[in-house]
């Protein structure tokens, strides 16, 4: 049974039918293994600007001038600014409702496992464990020279580009993937060990406009592996038209309302 409140708020949005969001409500109270893909979208709430969205980075800069290897070789600097801002930004940001759920939502025999496209930290400052960060961390660094990876959760930083701490010669870079470079072959490890395991109950896409092949890829094999897959968006993106389940509306409201009473 919906309850009062939801059908009052965001439950309205939702383009499935009741019987629709019943079946994923009834698919998560049910589900012993989860697996949630998610982008931008699930920390817009937090105050998080997403990439392509009427606000978003991709709207206002290049991200051939902020997001590969060879803007950072040609500016350096430039890029590192764009980087502490969103730093400070993400250090100053809280998890919201939907971090919250999705956190709450595994344990008591129930695995919910997490892979974001997001650099940031809000699902696991929400309580979330062994999130896979496909795109990297912004509280990592990369030395350019020696090749130390570290975490420097400084904000702002002292200096742009920072010095490596460890060899002490050459500049770190963000340990984020930047256009034309690969996934990291030890977060791939993880998310072909997801699927190794067997059957998946259900599968949610939040948050991501899933322009990349890989996550389309995923959503794909998590049905195949058995699971209801539910998009959670405002708008509808190149998986609309896969999955079994739409929910219009944003991250925060639609599954914090999903799992109200859920709890196994
Ligand atoms: P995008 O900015 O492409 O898409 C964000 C999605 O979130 C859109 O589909 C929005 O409709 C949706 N959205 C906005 N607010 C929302 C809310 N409150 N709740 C739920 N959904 C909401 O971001 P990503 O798909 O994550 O990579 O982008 C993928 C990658 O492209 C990023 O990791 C980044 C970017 O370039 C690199 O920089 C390598």
């Not at 629709?20 to 012993?32: G, I, M, P, T, Y």
């Not at 590969?68 to 070789?73: R, Y």
């Not at 980087?83 to 971090?99: K, Q, S």
Request: charge should be negative; proline fraction near 6%; include cysteine.
């Amino acid at each position: 049974m919906l309850d009062v409140d939801l059908l009052a708020g965001p439950m309205r949005d939702m383009t499935g039918s009741g019987d629709e969001v019943e079946a994923a409500r009834s698919a998560l109270r049910d589900a012993r293994r989860v697996l949630v893909l998610t982008g931008a979208g699930v920390s817009a709430e937090s105050g998080i600007p997403t990439f392509r969205g009427e606000d978003g980075w991709w709207k206002r800069r290049d991200p051939m001038e902020l997001a590969t290897p060879e803007a950072f070789g040609r500016e350096p600097d430039e890029v590192w600014a764009w980087y502490d801002y969103r730093r400070r930004l993400i250090a100053d940001a809280e998890p919201n409702a939907a971090h919250r759920a999705l956190a709450g939502w595994a344990g008591d025999g129930r695995e919910v496992r997490i892979i974001t496209q997001n650099v940031d930290d809000l699902h696991e400052r929400a309580g979330s464990d062994d999130v896979i960060h496909i795109h990297g961390s912004i509280w990592r660094v990369r030395c350019t020279g020696c090749g130390a990876v570290y975490e420097d959760r400084r904000a702002p930083l002292p200096e742009l580009p920072p010095t490596c701490d460890r060899c002490g010669d050459h500049p770190v870079r963000p340990d984020v993937v930047w256009f034309g470079e690969s996934l990291p072959a030890a977060e791939l490890r993880r998310v072909q060990a997801v699927f190794d395991r067997g059957a998946i109950d259900l599968a949610l896409v939040i948050g991501t406009e899933a322009v990349f092949g890989y996550i389309r890829q995923w959503a794909e094999l998590a049905r195949r592996a058995g699971a209801m897959l539910v998009e959670v968006n405002p708008s509808r993106t190149g998986l609309s038209g896969i999955v079994d389940l739409r929910m219009a509306g944003k991250a925060g409201e639609v599954l914090g309302g999903l799992g109200d009473g859920d709890a196994p």
